[in-house]
């Protein structure tokens, strides 16, 4: 067994346990990845204003999210396919989160259901939601999140359509794996993964299969799936949801500052400043530079979080310096997951945790409400 000591320790055993095809879903971005890699670039080039003599002793990475304690100033990211990384993948990440004391969001497209999510953990979770074309099915599933006692729906607004991911068309990706030669060749190398699914609770999507009309298998399935991303998605839309839902709503996919305003005045609890991972417009700005005038502009009326880039404590340390009161991890904690399972996304967050803490100690920080643009040399 390897020492673990940072996420990309996680990330390279991931490469080796899961298939090509699922690691590569997680590993990837639209196009040229140039988004996708400016959002870890660009905090990378942010410095910290290392200070002494200072009474550290006693510190704290606790905070609220949603006015609810969490342990971290991080939730775990809605993730599709998290079930294809390893078995029963969404379940698995969410008994660790529920353990640690963060919130964990389940995607839209994952493999294991809500009601499978719910069953297996005692802590309420939030739910994602994509608005697609088939509005009564998007009504059932809010209902079926609210029956599931979710705390939060996670609306994401930055794909009615879907990006080009170049190695996902290379790979062939599908659920289950397309049985084509290369994918073949490949999976023999993964026993141990293979194996594990066998035993899985499920192997599609399991919000979509048994709960819409003519998905009875998986041709149809996928068929219906890629036809459901609704390009007419609008304010209006946001207005129903929230409607339907009732409950807390955060509005995730949010890079402009026009935009952060009108989720503010459509009643959102919180927003998040996200270019989905750099998956979507590729030569969009990164996240963190986005974050500042967001904050900014609409920060003091309704929490502003961010997601993009964040693999480490120092990551994590730096998005709440510009101004952050809360982060998504997505990438991190699913090359944990596809690494060890359950133990891997603890180790994630484990790691991220213990980052934070060592950092803003030589920081001459004691306390996440203590941290402020003065953290950095270089604020955006």
Same mark, same amino acid.
């Given at each position: ?15 080796? /346990? ?7 879903? =997680? ?5 040229? #990845? ?36 969490? %342990? ?65 099915? *998007? ?7 609210? %029956? ?19 190695? $996902? ?5 599908? =659920? ?24 899985? /609770? ?34 209006? !839309? ?17 890079? !402009?500052?026009? $935009?952060? /305003? ?25 996240? *963190? ?13 309704? #929490? ?49 945790? /213990? ?9 001459? =920080?004691?306390? =996440?409400? #203590? ?10």
């Amino acid at each position: 067994m390897p020492v673990i000591t940072c996420i990309e320790d996680l990330r390279q055993l991931h490469r080796k /346990k899961a298939p090509k095809a699922f690691f590569e879903y =997680v590993d990837s971005g639209s196009y040229s #990845e140039g988004t996708y890699h400016a959002n870890s670039a660009d905090l990378a080039a942010l410095k910290l204003r290392q200070r002494v003599a200072v009474n550290v002793e006693h510190r704290s990475t606790a905070t609220t999210m949603l006015g609810t304690p969490v %342990a971290l100033p991080v939730a775990l990211a809605p993730v599709g396919l998290s079930g294809m990384q390893w078995a029963d993948g969404e379940i698995l990440a969410a008994r660790a989160a529920e353990k640690f004391g963060v919130p964990y969001t389940l995607s839209t497209m994952s493999i294991c259901s809500i009601e499978d999510v719910a069953a297996a953990t005692s802590a309420p979770f939030w739910f994602q939601l994509y608005v697609m074309r088939d509005r009564g099915y *998007i009504r059932r599933l809010i209902e079926r999140a609210r %029956a599931a006692r979710c705390s939060a729906l996670v609306l994401t607004l930055d794909l009615p359509l879907l990006g080009q991911r170049h190695k $996902d068309l290379k790979n062939g990706l599908s =659920v289950p794996p397309q049985l084509k030669l290369s994918n073949i060749l490949d999976l023999m190398t993964k026993p141990a993964w293979a194996l594990r699914m066998l035993g899985a /609770k499920r192997r599609v999507f399991g919000n979509i299969a048994g709960h819409v009309e003519g998905t009875e298998n998986l041709v149809s399935l996928s068929q219906w799936t890629a036809s459901q991303f609704d390009p007419t998605l609008n304010w209006q !839309d946001v207005e129903w949801v929230k409607n339907e839902w009732g409950g807390k709503l955060v509005l995730k996919g949010i890079q !402009d500052v026009d $935009d952060a /305003k009108i989720a503010l005045a459509s009643g959102a609890d919180a927003i998040v400043v996200s270019n989905h991972g750099g998956r979507q417009l590729d030569g969009a700005q990164s996240s *963190i530079r986005s974050l500042p005038p967001i904050v900014e502009a609409v920060g003091d009326q309704l #929490e502003v979080w961010m997601d993009g880039g964040i693999r480490s404590g120092q990551d994590l340390l730096k998005a709440l310096a510009l101004g952050a009161r809360g982060t998504l991890i997505g990438r991190a904690y699913n090359f944990g997951l596809g690494a060890l399972g359950e133990a891997g996304v603890t180790a994630a967050l484990d790691i991220i945790a /213990k980052e934070l803490d060592i950092s803003m100690a030589l920081c001459g =920080v004691r306390n =996440v409400g #203590e941290i402020t643009s003065k953290v950095v040399l270089n604020p955006y």
